[in-house]
């Protein structure tokens, strides 16, 4: 089974702080992508990578970025933690191939900046 | 712009009902996929169905059920005898011809099926 990991489920960071999100697949996927999910907004694609060392911003990159130095691991990075980036944060993965493939999620990471 | 709407935001049901999630979406493009997710109270989405622009046929899967129908540009999910387990949050999504960077997601259904 394809598993996508995101090293922490619940996080609690002050304000300023830099903070690092983590997640690792081990299905030797091309594609990696985070998303923001916040009630009533759905899911929003914030980075995304096709490859190692790519990344592309989605719909709302403003405060984040991001590193794949390997193929398996994909790192969320908000330089200067803000109250309104209290959220979950969900990764996922999918094959690079461009057959409408299914994505596979991590379980979460519920941020909450104090 | 591609959208996805699912305008029922909370459902509740009796176990063993059936229930109707619905999906409507905009799109101008001419190729596209569908998707839905379930997102239990454990936290990750749950691929359950792709379906591709050109393949307009209904698909069951035990107790799921799909109906896709591009003239009004639908795509609902129906659970047959719900079940306690399905409760969760369902997404429907949209992926443009512009690749998985195009996907959007609708806000999502939570079901709750009470015992």
């Known amino acids: 089974d394809v598993k996508v990991t995101q090293s922490s489920r619940y996080l609690v960071k002050r304000t300023g702080e830099k903070v690092f999100l983590e997640c690792v697949q081990d299905?030797?996927?091309?594609?990696m992508f985070w998303y923001r999910q916040d009630p009533g907004l759905g899911l929003r694609l914030i980075y995304f990578?096709?490859?190692?060392?790519?990344?592309e911003k989605g719909d709302i990159p403003e405060g984040y970025s991001v590193s794949r130095e390997k193929k398996e691991r994909f790192s969320l990075i908000l330089e200067s933690a803000s109250t309104n980036q209290t959220s979950m944060y969900l990764c996922?993965?999918?094959?690079?191939?461009?057959?409408?493939?299914?994505?596979?999620f991590g379980q979460g990471t519920r941020l909450t900046v104090v | 712009a591609q959208k996805v709407t699912q305008a029922q935001t909370e459902i509740s049901v009796v176990e063993k009902e059936d229930v109707t999630l619905d999906c409507v979406y905009e799109?101008?493009?001419?190729?596209?996929?569908l998707f839905w997710y379930k997102q239990p109270p454990s936290g990750e989405l749950v691929f359950l169905i792709r379906?591709?622009?050109?393949?307009?046929q209904n698909e069951i899967s035990g107790r799921y059920s799909w109906n896709f129908q591009k003239s009004t540009s639908s795509f609902n999910f129906t659970i047959t005898a719900s079940q306690v387990v399905d409760s969760a949050v369902y997404f429907c999504?949209?992926?443009?011809?512009?690749?998985?960077?195009?996907?959007?997601f609708g806000t999502g259904t939570k079901l709750q099926v009470i015992p």
């Open positions: 990578s096709y490859d190692v060392k790519m990344k």
């Open positions: 299905m030797d996927h091309e594609n």
């Open positions: 996922a993965s999918s094959l690079g191939q461009r057959t409408g493939p299914e994505a596979f």
């Open positions: 799109t101008r493009d001419t190729t596209y996929y």
């Open positions: 999504a949209l992926e443009g011809s512009g690749g998985y960077q195009k996907v959007t």
């Open positions: 379906r591709n622009s050109f393949d307009e």
